[in-house]
């Protein structure tokens, strides 16, 4: 049973450039949602897709932004990007069907913004 | 608002010794759902368990166990004999019932257990 899996692993970036992050989710599922983790801190909620749109937001700025694929991956995408967006990011999924939704996460892309 | 408390930012404790993660929450929906996660080093966030909040009943995992209590607000994770496998650190979550979940974390307790 395939888990969630995330690429890439790592990525270097420069101020002012554009990130694309990829999230195929756990077999199975049909949501999947992203989080952000700066260093020593908590994840972070960024957005949830289901059904190929964006469910929910959290506080996060319009640089964000997200894909959902008919076969459920999801991208998100940062532009412009920020000394501070340096950080974790974390894709997670789930069965919205099943209504317990218990999120499984991948292992991450960690980001560097130089 | 939704906020969860994990009050120890960090415990050490020695191999075979008992050591209780505290998590308090706040929230004013009547149903929700809190989640144990750990993270080790390599960054990536393992599931542990998951409660309803109309489930009060303790659960037992092997030498986890996790206590529940609504009156408190608290959902205390407690590991029998640790091991130097449990380090890590351990984020306690809250996810609404808002039809699209979201998970609000706790800025999560290290725990490190040495030989």
């Known amino acids: ?11 270097i970036k420069t101020r002012g450039q554009q990130v ?3 999230c195929s989710p756990k077999s199975g599922h ?9 260093l ?3 994840p972070q909620f960024i957005f949830q897709y289901y059904e190929e749109e964006e469910r929910q937001r959290g506080n ?30 974390l894709c997670a999924s789930s069965l919205r069907k099943k209504l317990e939704e218990t ?3 991948g292992p991450g892309t960690r980001l560097l913004v130089l | 608002a939704q906020k ?44 542990l368990i998951r409660r309803n909040s109309f489930d009060e009943q303790n659960e037992i995992s092997g030498r986890y166990s996790w206590n529940f209590q609504k009156s408190t607000s608290s959902f205390n994770f407690t590991i ?27 800025t999560g307790t290290r725990l490190l257990v040495s030989p």
């Open chain 1, 1 to 11: 049973d395939a888990g969630v899996t995330q690429s890439p692993t790592h990525l």
């Open chain 1, 20 to 22: 694309t992050l990829r």
């Open chain 1, 30 to 38: 049909d949501t999947v949602s992203w989080y952000q983790q700066a």
């Open chain 1, 40 to 42: 020593g801190q908590e």
């Open chain 1, 60 to 89: 996060f700025p319009d640089r964000f932004s997200g894909h959902q694929f008919p076969n459920y991956s999801s991208e998100l995408n940062v532009n412009a990007l920020l000394l501070g967006d340096s950080a974790l990011y």
């Open chain 1, 103 to 105: 999120q499984y996460f």
């Open chain 2, 4 to 47: 969860v408390t994990q009050a120890q930012t960090e415990i050490s404790v020695v191999e075979k010794e008992d050591v209780t993660l505290d998590c308090v929450y706040e929230t004013r929906d009547t149903t929700y759902y809190l989640f144990w996660y750990k993270q080790p080093p390599s960054g990536e966030l393992v599931f």
């Open chain 2, 80 to 106: 029998t004999a640790s091991q130097v496998v449990d380090s890590a650190v351990y984020f306690c979550a809250l996810g609404m019932n808002t039809g699209f979940q979201k998970l609000v974390f706790g």
